[in-house]
């Protein structure tokens, strides 16, 4: 996983699709975003998740994808 500081100061979080069907396989996770997830160790909430779809690039300005 990758970290990346926002514009706002923040810190982002940066997985993928398959890493989060990996950490819960009947997709709960891709449909909430309310609770804490802890991905490779690191705690990923709600203001710290971008979610990268299967071969999609990474946005020039990260901090506008935040959910």
Not at 9 to 15: I, N, P, Q, S
Not at 50 to 58: A, F, I, Q, R, S
């Given at each position: 996983m990758e970290c990346?500081?926002?514009c706002e100061?923040?810190?982002?979080?940066?997985?993928s699709y398959?890493?989060?069907a990996a950490l819960d396989p009947d997709g709960e996770v891709?449909?909430?975003f309310d609770v804490g997830y802890y991905?490779?160790?690191i705690r990923c909430s709600r203001e710290a998740i971008?979610?990268?779809?299967?071969?999609?690039?990474?946005p020039e300005r990260l901090c506008t994808t935040v959910l």
């Open positions: 990346l500081d926002t100061g923040g810190r982002m979080y940066v997985v398959r890493s989060l891709l449909r909430s991905l490779s160790g971008y979610v990268v779809g299967w071969g999609d690039p990474l």
